[in-house]
């Protein structure tokens, strides 16, 4: 029986470290011990060479005995670390213990998972063959970490609000939708965490936060998953201003901390740094040609760019398509979109110079949003209105538009302080701090389309 456990082990890195400090065909007094997947094997006369690979790093092992091992198998090893003649800093085995025994061969050793069906599908053998790959997931997650630092160090408290939900809202978007047995009723997974984190922000907390799964049952993109994670935080007593700034620090932490403030994404060369540039939503679409309030004039101004708008059926849907199609596209630098027409904005204040531009702005870089952000209404009356505004666009074919949220405004009736409130997409930002084509590259297990029966890959076959 193989063993259970392989106590007092040490990462590869460290006992390399030590290996490091001796001479060229010298070995060191001191035993440790390591353990990991042996990827490579060599043979010279009576020794034999192998490759170990753990989390932390490789290491060669030079065996004196026979080794009776095959690629990918898991094994522990005791030994004395030093170089060998050819100066490779190594472990020299005195003890070696088989842990796990692979059943399957490794894909090729030197080119790794060149399938990108195999790498999404089996990501554990993209992992286990890519110490690039590994570097990646290890990437997100100190992002992740230095996103919950930094609000935490600026006295925001982490929360956890409900992902199964009577009713959804907090952003344009249909649900997924399941059912209670216990509860005999519908219930919607999460398409953001805006509403009960507002809900936080009525009852006293004042800066809170989630780092959170939020799922949306829409389109399949290089930027788009229906399970993504993004954090969400507000802020009593800021605004939008407040908030810009705010987004601008948490991302350049997020992308210095790794090395990454200047990076190559989707073959343009970005600089993170702030102070981003700053665009008005209707000034963006101005210097396009083609902003108007009148429905029929906007929807003949895109139609005349070459723009199809069979799927626009009401003038807020024809500005979004204007946007996305005319100005997204090309804001490639970091750039902050703000000032939105209200009818795009059902949870804004409206600014202080006109009532149909709201305080929004969303962040974008290289031509692909990553943040959405607001001064966050606070006045139930107004809320109840949005809210009624937002039915009108869904009568009119927009399904995605808020459904309303009843016990949402019941609660804005007791009182909100005025609030500034971001949502960052971490897929998204992690796909630009490491210049990372798709999304399905920096989520371990993206959901994927089934594979048709008959497939070669499905179903698998069990192992021998």
């Not at 009108?392 to 405004?409: I, Q």
């Not at 959901?447 to 029966?453: G, H, N, Q, T, V």
């Amino acid at each position: 029986m193989l063993p259970k456990r392989f106590p007092e082990r040490e990462e590869i890195a460290a006992v390399r470290s030590e290996a490091e400090k001796a001479e060229p065909g010298e070995s060191l007094d001191d035993e440790h011990r390591v353990a990991g997947r042996v990827m490579a094997r060599r043979e010279m006369g009576k020794l034999t060479f192998l490759d170990l690979v753990d989390r932390s790093g490789r290491i060669q092992l030079i065996a004196r005995d026979k080794v009776d091992l095959d690629l990918g198998d898991i094994v522990g090893v005791t030994g004395q670390p030093g170089r060998s003649k050819r100066g490779e800093p190594s472990l020299e085995v005195t003890e070696l213990e088989l842990l796990a025994k692979i059943r399957r061969p490794l894909p090729d050793t030197f080119h790794g998972v060149t399938d990108l069906e195999t790498r999404y599908r089996q990501r554990y053998l993209d992992l286990l063959m890519s110490e690039e790959s590994r570097a990646l997931a290890a990437t997100r997650t100190r992002i992740v970490q230095e996103t919950r630092a930094y609000l935490d160090g600026e006295g925001f408290l982490e929360v956890e609000t409900p992902i199964l939900q009577p009713r959804y809202g907090g952003g344009f978007a249909e649900p997924f939708v399941t059912h209670s047995n216990e509860l005999d009723a519908d219930l919607y997974l999460r398409i953001a965490d805006e509403l009960y984190l507002k809900r936080l922000i009525v009852g006293g907390l004042e800066k809170v936060y989630e780092l959170a799964k939020d799922f949306r049952n829409e389109s399949i993109s290089y930027k788009h998953s229906p399970e993504f994670t993004q954090v969400e935080w507000y802020e009593a007593y800021a605004d939008y201003r407040d908030t810009m700034e705010r987004t601008e620090a948490l991302v350049f932490r997020a992308a210095e901390v790794v090395g990454a403030t200047k990076v190559t994404f989707r073959g343009l060369d970005i600089d993170l740094s702030p102070p981003w540039q700053r665009v008005k939503f209707i000034e963006a679409l101005e210097s396009k040609g083609i902003w108007s309030r009148d429905e029929a004039e906007l929807r003949s101004k895109l139609q005349g760019a070459g723009v199809d708008t069979d799927r626009d059926r009401s003038w807020a849907q024809l500005a979004d398509h204007a946007y996305s199609h005319f100005v997204e596209p090309e804001l490639i630098q970091p750039t902050i979109v703000h000032d939105w027409p209200i009818e795009l904005s059902p949870f804004a204040r409206t600014t202080d110079d006109d009532e149909t531009i709201v305080e929004r702005f969303e962040c974008v870089v290289g031509g692909m949003e990553f943040a959405n952000a607001f001064s966050e209404l606070n006045d139930a009356e107004e809320q109840a209105q949005r809210f009624a505004m937002q039915e009108a666009e869904r009568e009119a074919g927009a399904e995605e538009s808020e459904p309303g949220d009843p016990d949402f405004v019941e609660a804005l009736s007791y009182g909100m302080p005025p609030t500034g409130g971001c949502g960052i997409g971490i897929d998204r930002l992690t796909m630009a701090i490491t210049g990372s084509d798709a999304i399905r590259d920096v989520i371990l297990f993206p959901a994927l389309r089934e594979l048709p029966r008959g497939n070669p890959g499905f179903p698998r076959e069990p192992p021998p």
